[in-house]
């Protein structure tokens, strides 16, 4: 056999070089710089506290979550317009990138950084937001679904109210002076605050009524 070229190792061996002084940086600055987006972490932990005391009290509220209840159609109708409506936002992010930008910003001259950081953002955007329109048209294509199912939908509008308050507000805003992101959080708050007022409704009705 022939013996592995030493250039072969030392290739090896500077990349893990470059990955450890990588995560070191990285590190460093989680540690060391003041939080971008508002100068301070602590509001955006409290911010979270709406979705995280949601799904907390959901949890600890369900008396039987293994329960199955009817989906009314009304149900699922929702179900498939927020579905629609993330598959739309979805494709928009990955393919219509600086379009989204310029909606965003209020900036016709705006444009998304051409940077990983933001490529890799737009990316899992688009990912959370393919897989949680695949849930909403897996549950929406149901009759009868256990009760836990239904929590997925009210949590996930809890954070999403949470960033609609924060985008309206221009809470957290990296701009100076800080602006808000009017009227794309107002757009999203109509159809998100409408869906999340159905999906409550009908959890309350599916775990308090026997119709259900």
Known sequence: MSATP??????????????????KASTHVMRTEPYVFGGQRWPVVLSLLIPIGTLVALLTTAENPQQYVELPIYYRVVLGLHAFYFLS???????????????VTRNPSGRVPRDNNSWAIHFVA??????TASYYIILAIQNRAPIFALMVPIV??????????????????????????NPFALGDAAFIWAFMVVYIVHYVLATTSSYY
């Open 126 to 131: 688009g990912d959370l937001m393919f897989t």
């Open 89 to 103: 936002a979805q494709l928009c992010y990955e393919l219509f990138p600086d379009g989204m930008c310029v909606y």
């Open 156 to 181: 996930q509008c809890a954070y999403n109210f949470r960033n609609d308050i924060v985008w309206m507000a221009g809470w957290f805003s990296p701009e100076t002076p800080k602006t808000n992101v």
């Open 6 to 23: 030493v250039h072969q190792y030392e290739s090896v061996d500077r990349e893990r070089v470059g990955i450890m002084e990588t995560m």
